[in-house]
Every structure is written in C-alpha cells, then in structure tokens.
C-alpha cells in the first residue's frame, strides 16, 4: 500500500485518501514513524512533486541507472592504475553508443508510421527516434481515449475532461485557450517530463492542431539538442 502512496497516485486528493486507509490499517502501530514520514511527503510522494522537471525519473532510478552504467569488473585487489584503464574502456564505449544512437537519430525513420497523422510527422520531424517512440504511444492513447466538454463564461477557454475509460472515473481536466494556444493538464505531464500527454493531445486533435507548438517543444528532446553544446564551446 506504500508503494501505490509512492508511486500510484494520481493528484494529491487520491495520495490522503490512500493514505488516510494505510492509517487505519497500520497506523496506530507506528503512529510517531508514519507522522515523521507524513510530514516529509512532498519529496517522496510522485503526485506531489509534478511541478518539478524530473524527465520522469525517480531518485532511486538515478542512483541504479548511475550503478548500472558505471559497473565494471574490478576486484577488491584492483589497483589505481588498472582501474584506470579499465574506466577509460567504460567511457570509450558510452562514447561509442552515443554515437552510434546519434547516427541512427539523424537517418533512421519510424518503420510501423505511413505518416498519415500531420501530428506524427512533425513529432518526427522534431524528436529523437527514441522520444519520437514515447510520444506516438501518447498519441495512440489520445486517438482511443474519451473526451467531454464544459461550458464556460469564457468564450476564448476550452475546458475538457480526457480518460482512457468510458466511465470517466480516470480522468483529467484540460484548458485550452484560443487567444494564446495555452494548453494546460491537471496531470503535469509537460511539466515534470517535457513532453505533451495523451490528454492534450487528444485535445489538439479536436482543435485540428497538426503542430506541437513551438513552446512545448524542448530542445534536450531534440535532434539538434547538442547544438547548443556546440555554441558553448565556439564561444
């Protein structure tokens, strides 16, 4: 039950809600712990921290993926130099993979899209081939999902409602405004990973949006995402 208060939350209603349940099952036995851990919530709790870049990595990913891209066969009777060398082999094949997913960045094309959709294209046009797979798994969520609208005083404001679920008992709300092509959604998505959600996609679709609009678009995601580190070192 931790772990879903960890990690399967939604939005910070659901996260006391699951909480509140833990509490009646557990809490009474380590009432003082569970406090201490309650009041540290906002750094540990994943549905209270969207508002923070993260890429969708979690603290403890980084610390295994560092462990799993630094390891190597060293033995405890390992000296300096033979570490040395053994490093220097480790940082010649990052190098050579990195360049070896540039390469296919820059040439290959997505085998399985005819590219019927405008939006895919520009996706592709615009991201890595990697981000480029993350965001048409977005889209085909958005193509299947639900949507409704709310009315508003607002002409220029578009209020909706996107689930995955017919039900709507999954949902999250969506603003769009005309006048300045915002595009807000109660998940954060953006926010915290730097790309769009299936949620506002689904709404460009509505809109015949056929552009990721240029504000949403980061340029780490990017094909030219190292030319910035070429501008650096020029200057």
Not at 42 to 59: E, P, Q, R, Y
Not at 104 to 125: C, G, I, N, Q, W
Not at 160 to 187: G, K, R
Request: glycine content about 2%; aromatic content about 14%; hydrophobic content about 35%.
């Amino acid at each position: 039950m931790f772990k879903n208060c960890l990690m399967g939350c939604q939005n910070q209603s659901g996260f006391e809600q699951l909480w509140t349940k833990m509490m009646e099952m557990y809490g009474h036995k380590k009432k003082e712990w569970f406090n201490q851990v309650y009041d540290q919530r906002h750094k540990w709790c994943a549905a209270l921290n969207k508002d923070t870049f993260s890429a969708g990595i979690l603290s403890s990913q980084r610390s295994e993926v560092t462990n799993k891209a630094i390891s190597f066969n060293a033995k405890a009777t390992t000296n300096l130099f033979e570490f040395y060398h053994i490093f220097e082999q480790k940082v010649k094949r990052w190098r050579s993979n990195e360049t070896s997913d540039n390469f296919r960045s820059r040439t290959e094309r997505p085998k399985a899209v005819k590219f019927k959709s405008k939006l895919l294209k520009h996706a592709d046009d615009v991201y890595t081939l990697a981000l480029y797979n993350d965001f048409e798994t977005e889209y085909e969520w958005a193509m299947a999902s639900f949507l409704r609208a709310f009315a508003t005083e607002n002409s220029e404001l578009k209020l909706f409602e996107v689930s995955p679920e017919e039900d709507f008992n999954n949902s999250h709300t969506e603003a769009y405004d005309e006048a300045t092509t915002e595009l807000v959604c109660s998940c954060q998505c953006f926010t915290e990973t730097g790309m769009l959600c299936f949620h506002i996609i689904r709404v460009m679709h509505m809109f015949n949006i056929f552009q990721i609009p240029e504000k949403y678009i980061l340029k780490r995601w990017t094909r030219l995402a190292k030319s910035a580190v070429w501008e650096n070192i020029q200057c």
